[in-house]
């Protein structure tokens, strides 16, 4: 197995450099998890408040990446960067950001360490997710299309279980995926019926399914896709270059807000530096910039751009 090339940060940096950049917080994970909850909240109240077409949008995109938002805070979970006390960040990265969206911490960290293990080499597993790019135009609007209509978040809830309850329909072992996917979805569960019931007592039970699911179901899993794209898209595979692992997107206040929450457009310099906590990564970036590193550095000046070239590829005649 080819292992991913790896730079030591000593290489790069002054001691004191990194040990301001890998230094852990106990306060700033938790103000992050507590600002996702929060936007969420307040974009459900801006409707509630002011019910008209207009808010519902804003809404649904608002909650929509606060939702990614959710689930890039898991990932900062995975790597423990959230909390110094594991249990505290295994707690936050578990129950108050995988478990509503029917994710599992326990399940993704190692799937996710196996990824940055092998980045870009044969055996990363999320290798599949930029495998199609580049695509053709017309294809990138499919996709899109079955994100915004929810198709994408049905295969991707119900297809492994299904897959599963198939499989026992014949009498096979439902597999490991059938399994994870199952304890997710209990969990999903039981956070989203304290949702509903705490939405319902204050008489508002319809916003469940408005103001959280919608969401859930459409935004979601597009910006998901969006930053997925910006990522690995059109990255080579078995680069041997770790500054090349992953692409660095440039991302404006309304990026920030919609697609790019958490700093998780600075990609370059987590796979880079995989233990820096999330919010330390554009100070990496900086860092890493006064020393001219970055020209070498696979890097995007904003998200459309990623796009026309991930959907460049010419139609088949």
Known sequence: MAVAARIKPQ????????????ARSSWRGIAMVAHAWGVILAAGALFVVWPNPLTYVVAVMLIGARQLGLAILMHEAAHGGLHP???????LGEWLCA?????????????????HKFAQQAEDPDLVLSAPFPTTRASLRRKIVRDLTGQT????????????????GHGQAPGAIFARAAAGQKRFLLINLV????????GLWWAWFALWLVPMATWFPL??????????????????DPF????????NWLERALVAPYHVNFHAEHHLFMHVPCWNLPRAHRLLREKGLTEGMLTAPGYLTVLKAASGKAAAV
């Open 244 to 251: 090349r692992h992953a692409r660095t997107t440039r991302a």
């Open 11 to 22: 290489e790069l940096f002054a001691p004191e450099d990194w040990a301001r950049l890998s």
């Open 153 to 168: 978040f049905f295969k991707q809830r119900f297809g492994p279980i299904l897959a599963g309850l198939k499989k026992r």
């Open 195 to 202: 949702i509903l019931v705490a939405l319902s007592a204050a």
């Open 99 to 115: 478990a509503p969206l029917g994710a599992s911490l326990n399940a993704y960290r190692p799937y996710h360490l196996t990824h």
């Open 223 to 240: 910006v998901t896709r969006l930053r997925n794209i910006a990522e690995h898209a059109l990255v080579a595979k078995d680069e041997p």
């Open 85 to 91: 006390n594991l249990k505290v960040n295994d707690w």
